[in-house]
C-alpha cells in the first residue's frame, strides 16, 4: 500500500528562508539558521519529503548558484525526496535543478505562457519527475487561481486543475493564498470539493498544527499534505506531528522503531 | 574499499552524501578500472534502461562488471541499477549484464491496475530469509520510483522481497550470493535506507 505523505515546503528569497503568509513573505533566517532550527538528520523521519521554492527576483536566472548552494548545504544530512521549483521556464533551469539534486521539479506560473514547455517536461523526465502547482483563492463566490507569485489571475481552479491532468503532471499540489501561514487549518470546503484526480495530490496552506495534517489526510483525494510554516513545526514539531499521525492513520509511512 | 559506479546519467550525489554520513569511505568510479580491488561496489541508477547500458558502455565498464568475479566483490544494484544487472528489460533493446536470471518488465504487463509510475513509500510486505534484506526491510518502508520492475513470477533461484501495489507484487529486494538489489532508493528513505547502505558496506 502506497502512504499519504507529509510535506516540508521551504520558501527562499534572496539568500534568506522566508515564512510566506497569504503570499506575503516575511524573512527568516538563513540556511545556518534553518539548519540550526531544524536538525535535519532527526526530520527525515517524520516528513516524507522536501519541496524548496526560489521565490528571488532573479529566480528565472539558469543558474542561481547561491540558491543552489543552499539546497545542496539543507540536503546534506536529510535522505528524503526533493522537489525543487521557482522560476522553471526554460529546460536549462530544469536541469540546473535536477543536478542540483532534485528528484522533481515545481511547475506553476510557466503554465499560463507556454503549456508545451511543461509537455516536454514530461516527455524529457517522466511524469514522475513533474509536480504541477496551483494557487488559488476564492473571490466573489468563485475559487479562482493565480499565477506569478499569486500576482495574475488566470483560469477557474476547476479548470486549471483539469489543464494539468490534461497535460499529464506527475503530481498536483494546490496552495490556498487566503489560508496560507494563518495556521487556522486547511478549508473544509475544498477539502469537500476535491476531484478524483488520476494523479496524486498535495494539499498546502493554513496547516498549523498536527490535527490538520489529519483533517486533510483522511479524504481519499488527498495523498499528501504539505507546509511551509517555519514557526508552527520549529524544533520537534515535525516529530510531534508525525506521531500524532501515525497513532490515528495507519496509511502512512511507519516510524522507525 | 566501497566504490561508486557513476553513470554521469544520474544524481549520486544524495548516495554520496549517504555514505559520508555514515563516514564509510568510498571512491567514485567513471571510468573502466580494476573493479577487483574493490570490496564492494554500488550501482545507483535513475533513467532509462538503454541510456544505462549505454553509459556503462561508454564509461568502458560493461564488460568489466559482466567478467568480474564476484567471489570477492559484493555489488548492490539501485533501482535501475538493480534492473542493469538483469537480463534484459521490456523498456529498452539492449542487453542488461544478466548477473540476475531476470527480466524486467513494465509493471502494465505485470497486471498492475494501479498508477504508473509506481511512485512514493510503500512497505515490503513480504521477504524471504536471505540473511541480509530479511531485517532491515520486512514491513518497513522504502522511497520507489518507477514504471518497470521484476515480477515475483519469474523468480528462480534468488531470494526476494515485494511490495504490493495494486494487484500486484513487485520485486522490492534481491539477494544472490554477492549480488545485492533494491528496486526502491536506500538514499531516499530516511534512516532505514541509511542503515541498509551502511550494513551492505561492512558486510
Same mark, same amino acid.
Given at each position: 500500500?502506497?502512504?499519504?505523505?507529509?510535506?516540508f515546503i521551504l520558501f527562499y528569497k534572496e539568500?534568506? =528562508?522566508?515564512?510566506?503568509?497569504?503570499?506575503?513573505?516575511?524573512?527568516?533566517?538563513?540556511?545556518?539558521?534553518?539548519? !540550526?532550527?531544524?536538525? =535535519?538528520?532527526?526530520?527525515?523521519?517524520?516528513?516524507?519529503?522536501?519541496?524548496?521554492?526560489?521565490?528571488?527576483?532573479?529566480?528565472? /536566472?539558469?543558474?542561481?548558484?547561491?540558491?543552489?548552494?543552499?539546497?545542496?548545504?539543507?540536503?546534506?544530512?536529510i535522505f528524503v525526496p526533493l522537489s525543487l521549483g521557482g522560476g522553471v521556464i526554460n529546460h536549462d533551469k530544469v536541469q540546473n535543478y535536477f543536478d542540483s539534486g532534485a528528484d522533481k521539479i515545481v511547475l506553476n506560473s510557466v503554465i499560463s505562457k507556454n503549456t508545451n514547455f511543461i509537455s516536454s517536461c514530461i516527455e524529457k523526465y517522466g511524469a514522475q519527475a513533474v509536480v504541477g502547482s496551483i494557487d488559488f483563492k476564492r473571490e466573489q463566490g468563485e475559487v479562482l487561481t493565480y499565477c506569478d507569485n499569486g500576482e495574475n489571475r488566470y483560469l477557474k481552479f476547476d479548470e486549471h486543475l483539469k489543464l494539468f491532468q490534461k497535460l499529464g503532471v506527475g503530481e498536483i499540489m494546490i496552495n490556498d493564498i487566503d489560508r496560507d501561514g494563518t495556521g487556522i487549518g486547511f478549508d473544509p470546503m475544498i477539502l469537500n470539493s476535491l476531484p478524483e484526480l488520476s494523479m496524486p495530490l498535495i494539499i498546502c496552506g493554513g496547516a498549523g498544527k498536527p490535527e490538520h495534517f489529519v483533517e486533510a489526510l483522511k479524504y481519499r483525494e488527498v495523498s499528501a499534505v504539505g507546509t511551509g510554516n517555519l514557526f508552527n513545526f520549529i524544533g520537534n514539531g515535525f516529530e510531534k506531528s508525525r506521531i500524532y499521525i501515525s497513532n490515528i492513520l495507519d496509511n502512512v509511512r511507519n516510524l522507525e522503531s | 574499499m566501497i566504490g561508486i559506479i557513476d553513470l554521469g546519467i544520474n544524481n549520486i550525489g544524495s548516495l554520496q552524501n549517504a555514505l559520508k554520513n555514515l563516514e564509510v569511505n568510498f571512491e567514485t568510479i567513471k571510468s573502466k578500472s580494476n573493479l577487483g580491488t574493490f570490496s564492494h561496489l554500488i550501482l545507483p541508477g535513475v533513467g532509462s534502461f538503454d541510456s544505462g547500458v549505454d553509459a556503462l558502455e561508454k564509461a568502458d565498464l560493461f564488460d568489466s562488471l559482466k567478467k568480474l568475479d564476484f567471489a570477492n566483490t559484493k555489488i548492490l544494484g539501485i533501482c535501475l541499477g538493480m534492473q542493469?544487472?538483469?537480463? !534484459?528489460?521490456?523498456?529498452?533493446?539492449?542487453?542488461?549484464?544478466?548477473?540476475? !536470471?531476470?527480466?524486467?518488465?513494465?509493471?502494465?504487463?505485470?497486471?498492475?491496475?494501479?498508477?504508473?509510475?509506481?511512485?512514493?513509500?510503500?512497505?515490503?510486505?513480504?521477504?524471504?530469509?536471505?540473511?541480509?534484506?530479511?531485517?532491515?526491510?520486512?514491513?518497513? !518502508? =522504502?522511497?520507489?520510483?518507477?514504471?518497470?520492475?521484476?515480477?515475483?513470477?519469474?523468480?528462480?533461484?534468488?531470494?526476494?522481497?515485494?511490495? /504490493?501495489?495494486?494487484?500486484?507484487?513487485?520485486?522490492?529486494?534481491?539477494?544472490?550470493?554477492?549480488?545485492?538489489?533494491? /528496486?526502491?532508493?536506500?538514499?531516499?528513505?530516511?534512516?532505514?535506507?541509511?542503515?541498509?547502505?551502511?550494513?551492505?558496506?561492512?558486510?
Open positions: 500500500m502506497l502512504k499519504k505523505r507529509l510535506i539568500g534568506v =528562508f522566508c515564512l510566506s503568509r497569504n503570499f506575503r513573505l516575511q524573512e527568516v533566517g538563513d540556511v545556518r539558521w534553518l539548519i !540550526d532550527k531544524f536538525n =535535519f538528520s532527526q526530520i527525515g523521519n517524520f516528513i516524507d519529503e522536501l519541496v524548496i521554492l526560489d521565490v528571488s527576483r532573479n529566480k528565472y /536566472q539558469n543558474n542561481n548558484e547561491i540558491f543552489t548552494l543552499a539546497v545542496k548545504q539543507i540536503m546534506t544530512n | 542493469l544487472l538483469c537480463k !534484459d528489460s521490456e523498456e529498452g533493446l539492449r542487453k542488461g549484464l544478466g548477473l540476475l !536470471d531476470l527480466n524486467v518488465k513494465n509493471l502494465k504487463n505485470l497486471g498492475c491496475n494501479e498508477k504508473i509510475p509506481h511512485v512514493g513509500f510503500n512497505e515490503v510486505s513480504h521477504c524471504e530469509d536471505d540473511g541480509f534484506f530479511k531485517d532491515l526491510v520486512y514491513k518497513k !518502508d =522504502f522511497y520507489f520510483i518507477h514504471s518497470y520492475g521484476a515480477s515475483k513470477r519469474d523468480i528462480k533461484n534468488v531470494k526476494y522481497s515485494s511490495v /504490493q501495489y495494486g494487484t500486484i507484487d513487485i520485486i522490492s529486494t534481491i539477494k544472490l550470493n554477492n549480488i545485492f538489489a533494491t /528496486q526502491f532508493h536506500p538514499e531516499k528513505s530516511g534512516i532505514l535506507g541509511l542503515k541498509i547502505l551502511k550494513e551492505f558496506c561492512t558486510c
